[in-house]
């Protein structure tokens, strides 16, 4: 059973249009990540939650936004999406404590901007 | 920004052949982990060894870590045509996990 969900699994959105995307677990993790990965590129991370504590990359562009309204969702709100977001986004949960467990990632959303 | 390197950038072996590749980083540590990636598809976690550890096995993965040197290794023993995808090495420092730029392997039969 799928454990951290993405959806859609495939995103299409036009230029300058606002888009979100979602993800939702069901492993009850302290820990929810947002990450962009391009292709044949690491993934790069741009926000985690910890907890109910948001932590922002520094070189995450604005336009880039998150909310968690629960310990099960998270989503991701590109306001104005611009040719270069085009990617996959990945989102991955984990329980962080003083013995962190490894993180568990969704199959991603891939976006492409038209 | 990235908090681990790894080399080699791309490996390319036979099948039964060993893999080592190798991930530095630059800050202190509550654990790393090693991921694998096929083609298109989402991160398999491999293996995770804490920051008091020197080292850990699960089957054919051998991981080492040395936090005086900030470094770790993955080696995989008798490598399969399977084995083929993206290695990254992954640093968590309390609840932050970043990812190194990987290593590209390709086992041919």
């Known amino acids: 059973d799928a454990m951290v969900i993405q959806n859609p699994r495939y995103q299409v959105t036009q230029f300058g249009k606002p888009v979100t995307l979602s993800c939702s677990q069901t492993l009850n993790h302290n820990v929810m990540y947002w990450y962009q990965q391009k292709s044949s590129q690491a993934p790069k991370l741009l926000f985690h939650?910890?907890?109910?504590?948001?932590?922002n990359e520094a070189d995450t562009p604005d336009n880039f936004q998150s909310r968690r309204p629960n310990t099960s969702f998270c989503f991701l709100d590109i306001r104005s999406p611009g040719l270069g977001d085009a990617a996959m986004y990945l989102c991955a949960t984990s329980r962080v404590t003083v013995l962190s467990t490894e993180a568990f990632f969704g199959q991603g959303t891939r976006l492409t901007v038209v | 920004s990235q908090q681990g390197e790894e080399d080699p950038q791309a490996l390319s072996i036979q099948e039964g052949e060993n893999a080592t590749m190798n991930c530095s980083y630059k800050?202190?540590?509550?654990?790393l982990q090693w991921y694998r990636q096929n083609s298109g598809r989402g991160l398999v976690h491999l293996i995770l060894?804490?920051?008091?550890?020197r080292e850990k096995h699960s089957g054919r993965l051998r991981v080492t870590l040395d936090t005086s040197k900030k470094s770790s290794s993955l080696l995989i023993t008798a490598s399969r045509a399977a084995d083929t995808a993206s290695y990254f090495c992954a640093t968590e420092v309390w609840g932050k996990l970043q990812f190194g730029a990987g290593t590209q392997v390709v086992v041919t039969p």
């Open positions: 060894i804490r920051s008091n550890e």
């Open positions: 939650y910890y907890d109910k504590d948001f932590n």
């Open positions: 800050t202190s540590i509550n654990n």
